[in-house]
């Protein structure tokens, strides 16, 4: 079941009572972020081959009739049910074909007819094959089937000029076959949103490379890359960061004027070497939400500085990457014209009891076991989220919400899941 009602406002009285006033609801943060967001300027016309993950920027209307005229939906025999003797016998006149023109049926006989092939002229039913028995020239039929079956009418799928496909879907298989259908070689997309990638953090450092002292290896640049680009984005520029607040001043007006999203990651907590909210202020970015009443990533930041949306990632990889799941990814799909940008969502049960502390809501990663003699799925998630923690996310199919007022749910108890 997919629930179309917004994400319950977490009742959040946070961790820390002080800090609730501070904190955003995420269905807000969201509005607020998405505000922030207009579709990309720019369109290009593509071939259907390159189109796949790509935004429909205009829609697709049929070129013709669908099918194009009428024919066999079976390899079998078409004939007129009315020339039909008692002895349900008809000698075979010719044959049609998939791809050959329309023939005419010689009154008092039955021609040989393949799947797809004009229906000839003067046929009004086709018989399946298994249904005959062909003996030289002549054929039975040994079940009669009903008048008008096993032909694919024109038009009956699709009229020409119809639209077919609003603008603003995602081109996936399912559409591409729609737009081939209808006559199209190439279909006009969005042009890709253009993103910068600022990762922050003296401690970073590539995977792959020799880490030492205090280092470690930077999980996010290849997953938000991956998470950008899998979501329809261009990644145009990768800046890695140190905590020095010039250094990112520099970083973030050195990209802010060609891009349409950053993307940061780390530095936007409130300690004294996060430092991206006083850069952003420093900038004269608008900031819309600085603090969302979530678990993991209370310290999503989303703001606009000049044409680019700026969304502000805590460090933690499991928290950029559900924050990301839940905001950033929604921003984008406005940014590529999307029409539906909302996150996916169903109800399913928990498999053993969630204790959880009220407050903030919790996104805790959760994987799919089973389902009830009802169909509902059985989910089963650790006893609390790690937000630095990769192995629970990798294993799991998405996250449960655990609203800000829920102490407990017990097993078999239903909460909204959100699918990867
Ligand atoms: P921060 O949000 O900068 O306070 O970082 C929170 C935690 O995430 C710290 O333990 C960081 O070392 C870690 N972290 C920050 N950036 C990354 C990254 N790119 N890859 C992996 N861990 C990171
Ligand atoms: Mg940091």
Known sequence: MTLSAPIPAAACGCDCPELVARLMPVDEALAAGLALAQPVDGREEVCLRAARGRVLAQPVTARSDMPRFDNSGMDGYALR?????????????????????????????????????HVPRGADTVVMQEHVERSGDMARIIHLPEAGSNIRRRGEDQRQGDEVLAAGHL????KLAICAGAGLGTVSVSRKPKIGLLLTGDEICPAGQDVDGGEIWDVNTPMLTALCEEAGADIAAIRHVPDNP??????????????????????????????????????????????????????????????????????????????????????????????????PRRLVRTRSRIVHKPGRCEYRPASIVGTDEAGLEIVSCGARTHSARLSPLAQSDGVVLITGDTACVEAGGRLEFLPF
């Open 171 to 174: 081109l996936d298989a399912r």
């Open 81 to 117: 049910l009315a020339d039909l003797p008692a002895s349900s016998a008809l000698p075979v006149s010719g044959v049609c074909a998939a791809g050959g023109g329309l023939a005419a049926l010689e009154p008092g006989t039955m021609m040989r007819i393949y799947t797809g092939a």
């Open 246 to 343: 010039a250094e990112l001043h520099a970083a973030l007006a050195g990209i802010a004027d060609e891009m349409d999203m950053i993307v940061t990651s780390g530095g936007v907590s409130v300690g004294d070497r996060d430092h991206l909210k006083p850069v952003l202020t420093s900038l004269g970015a608008r900031i819309a939400v600085s603090g969302v009443a979530m678990k993991p990533g209370k310290p999503v930041t989303i703001s606009r500085l000049g044409g680019a949306v700026i969304v502000s990632l805590p460090g933690n990889p499991v928290s950029a990457f559900v924050t990301w799941h839940l905001l950033g990814r929604p921003i984008l799909g406005r940014l590529s014209g999307l029409a539906e940008a909302g996150t």
